[in-house]
């Protein structure tokens, strides 16, 4: 393969030279590396090597690759990919550092393995095993200079992506970087949208108590000033009430004399109808919100028995007959609108963005849980989200075909990368373009990947078979299912599950609701 190229120290390995040169693209470039790995080694070096390769095999190829990107290599401690799209990099970026969080949070704090991410723009030299140029450099240098746990971008990326993700950026403005001869703009992407909001908030939360804290010193000097100016007029100051010595008036004798007026109980008359007034006012304001909450329609489902699994996949076995008690389901995923009334309250952890009919996304299990119980506590009903033999249930729609309308997949009845018609599309469609299954139920398949309760199991032995949350297994994880519009049609059917990390958001998770009788 030739000299690698040491990315963390601009090294580069000396190319091919003349016609073996590779060719040449634009790409981005994502380049990461793990903060404070030979300290890791130290501790534990076997445990951090095993560590370290079952992180790059779980989590960076995969995730890379789902987002059409390509692993150029790993070095040990670091990696670095390629990418058509910027959009597709950010976004890998954000993912692996959201789930590192999840990976993270059942360790011991010094043994904490984490990324910092740089993402540049740039024009490289593509070889079979490398790539080279100072696109690549920009990007190792923009991971340097990050935190552990966050991505920074160049300029170039930021202008290819800041309308297209649903998150934040925080300018740094320019830095002069090692071994690049211009400055770059940098930028610290926010994963929440809502955290730029925060972050812009705290620094004016700063500023202003800065500013207020400059007044206050000036003002106290200046009463210092004439405090001393009046220490050589005794006369003055034993005619100064106490409380003059607060008022930038001190020099004029004339408050102690206005003073008694201003204490006069006359205003209290004027007072007493405001305190009988305010009781008045909170009763008819107060239950506009609880009648302001948008719920889901919901359709009654009466419950049943029927064949939970397939042979498709180790996951989903073994069949099992699963018995469903009464329970009602939300007709579609929640959307936008539904959500960004809990948001609204500060009761959900970010605001959505897209249409008010498109279903949410970017919603981990912990979001999704956040909703339910805000959604609840305010409409005084049992909503919840629905155990994983519930959620098959209802998508089977009391068929037991591959899919609900049979064992071929066929177009216009769901949205995926491959189930044709309108469902390849870039961004969720509204809810309800395609229709229902049997139980009347939209998007149960396709659209967004939806959250039920349950926590992760690797397959079916020991599961329950009244329909109830199946408890315990690995609860860092939770079971996710429908597929989305970006995967293809195996995720459709009825019968595919999966996991995600608990606490992590990902741009195709949503999520919809059920309610006990």
Not at 268 to 295: C, D, I
């Amino acid at each position: 393969m030739g000299e690698l190229r040491d990315f963390r120290s601009g090294k580069s390995g000396t190319p091919p030279s003349g016609s073996d040169i590779g060719p040449r693209r634009l790409a981005a470039i994502v380049a990461g590396d793990i903060t404070g790995y030979s300290r890791l080694m130290q501790l534990d070096e076997e445990g951090t090597h095993k560590r370290v390769k079952r992180i790059e095999r779980d989590l960076i190829e995969p995730t890379i690759t789902e987002h059409h990107g390509k692993l150029v290599k790993t070095t040990g401690d670091g990696f670095i990919a390629i990418f058509d799209s910027p959009v597709e990099a950010v976004r890998c970026s954000i993912v692996i550092q959201q789930n590192m969080i999840g990976r993270n949070a059942a360790m011991p704090r010094e043994f904490w393995i984490e990324y910092r991410i740089g993402v540049n723009l740039g024009d490289v030299i593509i070889e079979p095993d490398d790539i080279y140029g100072d696109g690549v450099n920009v990007a190792a240098r923009l991971e340097g200079i990050a935190a552990p746990g966050e991505v920074f971008i160049s300029g170039g990326i930021y202008e290819q992506i800041k309308h297209k993700l649903v998150c934040g950026y925080e300018s740094l403005g320019d830095r002069k970087v090692k071994n690049i001869t211009d400055p770059v703009r940098v930028y610290r992407v926010l994963p929440d949208a809502a955290a730029f909001h925060r972050t812009r908030k705290r620094r004016e939360t700063v500023l202003i108590t800065l500013l207020g804290l400059s007044i206050a010193i000036i003002a106290g000097g200046a009463l210092w000033y004439m405090l001393m100016q009046q220490r050589g007029r005794p006369a003055d100051v034993a005619q100064a009430p106490p409380s003059a010595a607060s008022s930038p008036d001190v020099k004029q004798p004339a408050p102690a004399a206005s003073q008694p007026p201003a204490q006069t109980p006359t205003p209290a008359p004027s007072a007493a109808p405001t305190q009988q007034a305010s009781p008045q006012v909170a009763p008819s304001a107060s239950p506009a919100p609880a009648a302001a909450v948008p719920e889901p329609e919901m359709v009654a489902l009466q419950g049943g028995s029927f064949s939970m699994g397939s042979n498709d996949d180790p996951s989903e076995r073994p069949i099992h007959r699963v018995t469903v008690k009464p329970f009602s389901m939300s007709k579609y995923p929640v959307t936008v609108r539904e959500w960004n009334a809990c948001a609204a309250a500060k009761a959900c952890g970010f605001t959505a963005a897209g249409k008010d009919d498109a279903p949410v996304t970017n919603v981990s299990w912990s979001d999704a849980k956040q909703y339910v119980t805000w959604l609840a506590e305010r409409s005084k009903k049992a909503y919840r989200l629905p155990s994983e033999a519930e959620w098959e249930y209802a998508a089977r729609g009391g068929t037991q075909t591959k899919y609900w309308w049979g064992d071929q997949m066929q177009p216009g009845n769901a949205a995926c990368k491959d189930c044709g018609g309108d469902a390849n599309a870039e961004q969720p469609l509204k809810v309800g373009s395609f229709k229902p299954n049997p139980f009347g139920l939209h998007d149960m398949g396709g659209g967004v990947d939806q959250w039920v309760e349950d926590c992760w199991h690797r397959n079916y032995q020991g599961a329950s078979v009244d329909g109830s949350v199946w408890a315990g297994g690995d609860c860092g994880s939770h079971v996710i299912r429908s597929g989305s519009w970006k995967n293809d049609a195996r995720y459709v059917r009825p019968a595919n599950r999966d996991n995600y990390d608990t606490n992590v958001r990902y741009p195709t998770h949503g999520l919809r609701v059920a309610l006990s009788p």
